[in-house]
């Protein structure tokens, strides 16, 4: 066993009537993902669906790979995220009417002693983000129009939030040219938690509203996980929301 756990939840929230979202909780590979289908594109629920299903497939031989020395692990992760894509682009060969369509992905790998380290890959702005001694800190940043935005100075992060174009994204698995994921890799403690989740959980809740759940609530990852998507649907529920919460066990 890894020794870390995921508990994973998706809801499809008080306004939608399909959930795009998709999760993978692959606990004895040490593997955990989200994604986020495209909304307002005919197919984001199969996009999503079909990308949690190649990393459920390859999880296995990610983590061997990634515990060897042989590959870096920017490149063994590359080549999955790009197989998910791959894997997206076929679903619509046969099937015209899926084309266009795409998916967010945010991926966890966690490889244990001597040194636990995890590695994260995303595509798009489903987030990852670390709770360490009470501080909240985002792990990842989003591929979307309104990063691009804020970077440049164009907008501020108040006029941001009711910008038009505030849901585009710049990248999406299963639209060309726009699949190359960010990786990163960091320490990771036993006392840590990781969270992965869809925008149906950062569009509800701001980062320290966030932190505040995490914190003032016992750390069991499924009690987390509960209260992190109640509290987002209590907000107005207004996109599917999806949370895995990582952590470490005790042996």
């Not at 998910?84 to 099937?95: G, K, V």
């Not at 985002?138 to 804020?150: G, N, V």
Request: charged share 20%; net charge negative.
């Amino acid at each position: 066993m890894n020794g870390w756990i995921g508990i994973g939840r998706s809801e499809v929230g008080r306004v939608r009537t399909v959930n795009q979202d998709a999760f993978a909780v692959i606990d004895p590979y040490g593997v955990w993902a989200v994604a986020d289908g495209m909304g307002g594109h005919i197919g984001g629920d199969i996009a999503a669906q079909t990308a949690i299903q190649t990393v459920e497939s390859q999880a296995a031989s990610l983590s061997e790979a990634l515990r060897g020395s042989h590959t870096p692990p920017t490149e063994v992760l590359t080549e999955l995220i790009g197989r998910a894509h791959e894997a997206i682009l076929d679903r619509t060969r046969p099937q015209p009417k899926l084309k266009g369509m795409g998916t967010t992905i945010v991926l966890l790998a966690i490889v244990p002693a001597p040194d636990p380290v995890a590695h994260l890959a995303h595509v798009g702005d489903s987030r990852a983000y670390r709770l360490r001694s009470g501080s909240l800190t985002p792990l990842t940043k989003d591929h979307s129009l309104i990063e691009k935005y804020l970077a440049r100075g164009i907008l501020t992060p108040l006029t941001a939030k009711t910008h038009p174009e505030r849901h585009v994204l710049t990248r999406a698995l299963g639209i060309p040219a726009s699949a190359t994921p960010t990786i990163t890799a960091f320490p990771i403690q036993e006392d840590d938690l990781v969270l992965l989740c869809s925008d149906g959980l950062t569009k509800m809740l701001e980062d320290d509203h966030i932190q505040r759940i995490l914190v003032q609530n016992e750390p069991d990852p499924t009690h987390l996980c509960n209260r992190l998507v109640t509290a987002a649907l209590d907000r107005g529920g207004e996109d599917n929301v999806t949370v895995v919460v990582v952590a470490h066990r005790p042996s």
